[in-house]
């Protein structure tokens, strides 16, 4: 694979999703049941809920590490049925390698698919400096903050040019500044892409600043799904408090 072959993965369209009476659990204990989603290529999709209402499993399942136990789960036309290089998964835990440098961390999703050392160190170069770490490039992550270390975590999920982006609170165990400062990061990014983004949070603020919708987990299902451009910011913050 090469740079300019890259290039042109990155200008294909996101990857839609669809959960048509999906249902998932763990062991004997259901999740969620009969959940109806359809997420459009491209967008931003913030999915809301309190502690334990299954935003993270809907997020494995999109992902791929979670099978549903009835329903389907599609990525664009084709079902789900294991992990992808299309769609890439970002975690609150950055799950550095501690031995890799930066540099090293963010070539790592091309080295795994074979990319020339030539080819995944321009890729590379190109998202560190993206993100705003280009004079951190050859530090290990010991040596890096925690906003830091998501930067670089971002970068890696992206190099791979992926038609969607999962991400599952990345920014929660952020204080309040690199939060702010991450989201933006996140915006500007994304103005650059047309990745379909999946992102979960408690955070209702941070899903009317990312989202074009936001899906809002109930006990167990989707309770509602809200657009969040050009209404009233206030009113839908209260609408979804309300629902949740």
């Given at each position: 694979?090469t740079?300019?072959?890259?290039?042109?993965?990155?200008?294909?369209t996101?990857?839609?999703?669809?959960?048509?009476?999906a249902?998932?659990?763990?062991?004997?204990?259901?999740?969620l049941?009969?959940v109806a989603l359809?997420v459009?290529?491209?967008?931003?999709?913030v999915?809301?809920g309190?502690?334990?209402?299954?935003?993270?499993?809907?997020l494995?399942a999109?992902?791929g590490l979670l099978?549903?136990?009835?329903?389907?789960?599609?990525?664009g036309?084709?079902?789900?049925?294991?992990?992808g290089a299309?769609?890439?998964?970002?975690?609150q835990?950055?799950?550095?390698l501690p031995?890799r440098?930066?540099?090293?961390n963010?070539?790592?999703p091309l080295?795994?698919?074979?990319?020339?050392?030539r080819?995944?160190a321009?890729?590379?170069?190109?998202w560190?400096?993206?993100?705003g770490?280009t004079?951190?490039?050859?530090r290990?992550p010991r040596?890096l903050?925690?906003?830091m270390?998501?930067?670089?975590?971002l970068?890696?999920?992206?190099?791979?040019a992926p038609r969607a982006?999962l991400?599952?609170?990345?920014?929660?165990?952020?204080?309040a500044?690199?939060?702010?400062?991450?989201?933006?990061?996140?915006?500007?990014v994304l103005r650059?892409?047309?990745?379909?983004?999946?992102f979960?949070?408690?955070?209702v603020?941070?899903?009317?600043l990312?989202a074009?919708?936001?899906?809002?987990l109930?006990?167990?299902?989707?309770?509602?799904v809200?657009e969040?451009?050009?209404?009233?910011?206030e009113a839908?913050?209260e609408?979804?408090?309300?629902?949740l």
């Open positions: 694979m740079l300019t072959g890259q290039r042109v993965e990155a200008g294909r996101g990857l839609s999703f669809r959960l048509d009476g249902g998932f659990g763990y062991g004997n204990t259901t999740v049941r009969d359809d459009a290529p491209g967008e931003v999709m999915v809301v309190a502690s334990g209402s299954g935003k993270s499993t809907l494995r999109l992902a099978a549903a136990r009835e329903g389907r789960v599609l990525a036309e084709e079902p789900v049925t294991g992990p299309e769609r890439a998964m970002v975690f835990d950055d799950g550095l031995w440098t930066v540099r090293r963010v070539e790592l080295a795994i698919r074979k990319v020339s050392r080819e995944r321009l890729a590379a170069t190109e560190i400096e993206r993100v770490l004079e951190a490039a050859e290990l040596e903050s925690g906003g270390r998501q930067r670089v975590q970068a890696r999920a992206l190099v791979g982006v991400m599952d609170e990345p920014f929660g165990a952020l204080d500044q690199t939060r702010a400062d991450m989201q933006r990061l996140l915006l500007d650059d892409t047309s990745a379909t983004v999946v979960v949070t408690h955070d603020d941070e899903a009317l990312l074009d919708r936001v899906a809002v109930g006990r167990t299902g989707v309770k509602t809200l969040t451009r050009g209404g009233p910011r839908l913050r609408r979804i408090l309300k629902e």
